[in-house]
Structure formats: structure tokens, C-alpha cells
């Protein structure tokens, strides 16, 4: 038993507390606590009621000692950073200044620059150890689960794991011309980058969306899907041992791609400040305001995803190919927790990482990357929790 600190009431906080809530037995309070209270209160009101005590507080998460004396008056046993990959660094901060354990779900990535690298977090294990403190980094889908997949191949699958290709498949329609399923800006800058995946020990660079590949996917069929650089390939690339090759592709519509190539064209997209009718403003933010909001996705999505990693290694001296997935229902997930698959698959493994250094199953301390802990008692509470995993045949490459 144990309390949370959850900071964000986005789509991904909204899923993860309505599980906390579920799962009382492991937390019996959590303190809500966001820029906009009022959407930390809205969560509250659904939800109270439980076994599960909900308080609520408004914090600037960029401020460090805002952070201090709210997890000074609240005393979580777990901070589970929800908000975006520009707090990382100040709620780690805070957390060492009060030693409360650390998750999040995202990589720290700097405001001004459109780049994520797990570089500034690892500059944080000495301290973390020192403190004797604990931190989870990435305990997401992607990041998180697909990390979880790789130690379990690893230690009931494969003697050595070669190759890894992350399948992030969203066969989900939510029937607006141009949306993105999560924080828009952070979605944006993720797939206007260049491309890139791990190869014999070194980074190989791509052109954005420039390799493409069509799988036929179990519960969805055939999908285009496009190589992107994703953060948990820096971290598998150091934990996995005798990988030779990591990669990431994601799936992208056609309607998708040409708005996203419009809005690039015209400028839509850049996180240069520009000068607007006597004020600075940063196009990509304004973008944002004026997409719809993830969270309003979830009544109009349908469809399923079909999240996995196909391995290629080793057993017994042979060659072995193994896919290891979730598939997950946009409407299941509406009906349940009120939101659609892409803030489920992700808040779900957020409150299981919290709950498993909460209660110490996963302890360091230091600062660690999910596939650097036994993915056991991950595995099965995905099971338990929502995401129930599957082992199958990898999907059909078709072109
Ligand atoms: P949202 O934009 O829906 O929510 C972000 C929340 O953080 C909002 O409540 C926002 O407040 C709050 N917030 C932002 N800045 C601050 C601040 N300075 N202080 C306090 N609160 C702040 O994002 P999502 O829920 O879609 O995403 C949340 C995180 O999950 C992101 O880091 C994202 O990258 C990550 N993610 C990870 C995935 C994975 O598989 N690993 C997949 C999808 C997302 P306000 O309401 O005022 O704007």
C-alpha cells in the first residue's frame, strides 16, 4: 500500500489514475496535481468515491521548489511524472532534494530543440543512487512495455536476441482529416524528425518517413508503416546483449502524411519563435491549440492496435523468430476508462511501474531503464490490468 504523487491531467494522467483507482489495494491514495487544477479537480469528482483517497494541488512543474513543498506536504512513496518531456529533469530534481522515488513514461527533451536523448536523465544515476532513491525511466507502451518484452525474449525466449523490430501499429479511426493521438506538439516534433535505428553499434541516419514497410497485422491487416528514431532504441541497444540491429516503424495513414507535409511546407510545424502581431509565438504551439485535443478522440475512435516486437536470435544453437504483441480495442477502452487505446496502452504500464517501485518489487536505487528489471511481475500485471500480451507468428511483411 502506498501513495502516489501524478503529476498531469492530460490523456495519459487520465487513464493511469482511473487504474490507480482501480487497483486500491496497491494504492490507497494519490494526489492529483497538474497546471490546471480544474482538470486535476474534474478527475476527482469522476472518481472519488472508492477506496482510493484523491487529493488535488496545482503545481508548476517547471518550478523546482513548487515541486519540493508539494511533495514535502503530500509525502508520496512515488512520483509518476505524467505531465511532458520538458519536466523530466525538474521533477527528478525535485524528487532527489525531498528522496521520493521517480517514474515517467517520456525521455527529457529540451524545449528548444526538438531532439530526445536519455543523456541528461543517465547524468542523474550517481545522485539517485546516492540518495538510495529509485528511478523508472519510460514506463509507457513505447517506451515501457516494448522495453518489458525485450528482458522477458530475452530470459525465457532466446539465448541471444539479434534483432529487434518495434511494430507500433494503430489500425484506430477517429475520422478527422489531420489529428494526432497524443500531446500534438510532442507528436509532431517526434515524426518530422530524422529518422534513425541502431546498426553493429552505431546510430544509421534516415530522412523523415524516408523507409517504408506494409505488415498485414493480426485483428487489424495490412498497414503502411514508417522507420522513426524512438528513445527505448538507445536504451535496448546498451541492455540487450549481442544485438546486432534495432528498429522502429509506426503507421501513418495517407491523409496523415499529406496534412503533416502541408503543414510542414507552410511552416505550421517549427518551434522557432516567430513575431505575431506584436507578440513571440512558436507556430507548432499554435498548431496545437487549434488541432482537436487527444483526450476528445476517444468517443470517435474505433478500431484496434496491435502494439509488438518481433525478435530475431538464438534458442539451443538454431534460429528463432518470435512476435511479442498486445492488441487493444479503441471502444473497449472508451467504455472502461473514457479514453482511447493510445493513452491506455500508455497509462496502464505508467501505474504498473509506479506500483512496482511503490511496493519495491523493482528497486535500485539509481536510475534505471525498464528492460534492466525482471520483466515477471510486469508481465503478468499486464495481464491483470488490461493489456494482456500474446505470442504469435511475426506479422506478414507485404511489401
Ligand atoms: P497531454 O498534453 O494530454 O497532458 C499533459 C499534461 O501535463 C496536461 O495536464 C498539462 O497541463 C500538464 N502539464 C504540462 N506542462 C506542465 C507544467 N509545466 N506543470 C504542470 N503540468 C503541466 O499529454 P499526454 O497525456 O498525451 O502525454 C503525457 C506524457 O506521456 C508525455 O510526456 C508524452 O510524451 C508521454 N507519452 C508516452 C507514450 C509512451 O508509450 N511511452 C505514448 C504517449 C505519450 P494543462 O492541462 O495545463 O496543459
Not at 530524422?194 to 506494409?214: H, L, Q
Amino acid at each position: 500500500m502506498g501513495k502516489a504523487l501524478i503529476i498531469g491531467a492530460g490523456g495519459v494522467a487520465s487513464v493511469a489514475i482511473h487504474k490507480c483507482c482501480q487497483n486500491s489495494e496497491a494504492f490507497d491514495a494519490i494526489c492529483i496535481a497538474s497546471r490546471t487544477k480544474s482538470k486535476c479537480d474534474a478527475l476527482k469528482a469522476k472518481l472519488d468515491g472508492g477506496k482510493t483517497k484523491i487529493t488535488t494541488a496545482q503545481v508548476d512543474a517547471d518550478n523546482v521548489n513548487e515541486l519540493v513543498a508539494l511533495i514535502e506536504k503530500e509525502k508520496p512513496d512515488v512520483v509518476l511524472n505524467l505531465a511532458l518531456p520538458y519536466q523530466d529533469l525538474s521533477i527528478m530534481d525535485a524528487c532527489l532534494a525531498t528522496k521520493t522515488n521517480y517514474v515517467d513514461t517520456a525521455n527529457y527533451e529540451p524545449p528548444d530543440t526538438a531532439h530526445f536523448e536519455y543523456k541528461w536523465q543517465w547524468a542523474y544515476r550517481d545522485r539517485f543512487k546516492d540518495a538510495g532513491i529509485t528511478a523508472l525511466l519510460g514506463s509507457g507502451f513505447d517506451p515501457g512495455v516494448t522495453g518489458v518484452f525485450s528482458a522477458y525474449a530475452l530470459k525465457h525466449q532466446f539465448d541471444e536476441i539479434n534483432y529487434i523490430d518495434i511494430l507500433d501499429c494503430n489500425g484506430g479511426d477517429h475520422g478527422y482529416p489531420f489529428a494526432t493521438n497524443f500531446n500534438p506538439e510532442i507528436n509532431i516534433r517526434e515524426v518530422s524528425a530524422k529518422g534513425s535505428y541502431w546498426e553493429n553499434g552505431k546510430w544509421v541516419y534516415t530522412e523523415p518517413m524516408e523507409i517504408k514497410r506494409v505488415y498485414d497485422f493480426d485483428q487489424v491487416g495490412p498497414k503502411d508503416m514508417y522507420l522513426l528514431h524512438h528513445e527505448e532504441i538507445e536504451s535496448l541497444a546498451l541492455n540487450i546483449p549481442g544485438i546486432k540491429r534495432i528498429r522502429f516503424f509506426m503507421t501513418f495513414g495517407q491523409s496523415y502524411l499529406t496534412h503533416l507535409k502541408c503543414l510542414e511546407n507552410v511552416g505550421m510545424t517549427s518551434i522557432e519563435p516567430i513575431d505575431f502581431e506584436g507578440k513571440k509565438i512558436i507556430p507548432l504551439q499554435f498548431l496545437k491549440a487549434v488541432l482537436p485535443d487527444p483526450a476528445s478522440l476517444g468517443p470517435r475512435t474505433v478500431g484496434k492496435t496491435n502494439i509488438g516486437c518481433i525478435f530475431q536470435g538464438k534458442k539451443d544453437g538454431k534460429d528463432k523468430t518470435y512476435y511479442l504483441y498486445n492488441v487493444c480495442d479503441h471502444q473497449e477502452c472508451y467504455k472502461e476508462v473514457g479514453s482511447q487505446a493510445i493513452s491506455y496502452t500508455t497509462g496502464v504500464p505508467a501505474m504498473i511501474g509506479a506500483m512496482l517501485v511503490m511496493n519495491g518489487i523493482w528497486k535500485g536505487p539509481g536510475v534505471f531503464n525498464i528492460e534492466e528489471f525482471d520483466p515477471d511481475p510486469f508481465m503478468d500485471a499486464l495481464n491483470k490490468w488490461g493489456l494482456p500480451w500474446q505470442e504469435n507468428f511475426a506479422p506478414k511483411l507485404v511489401d
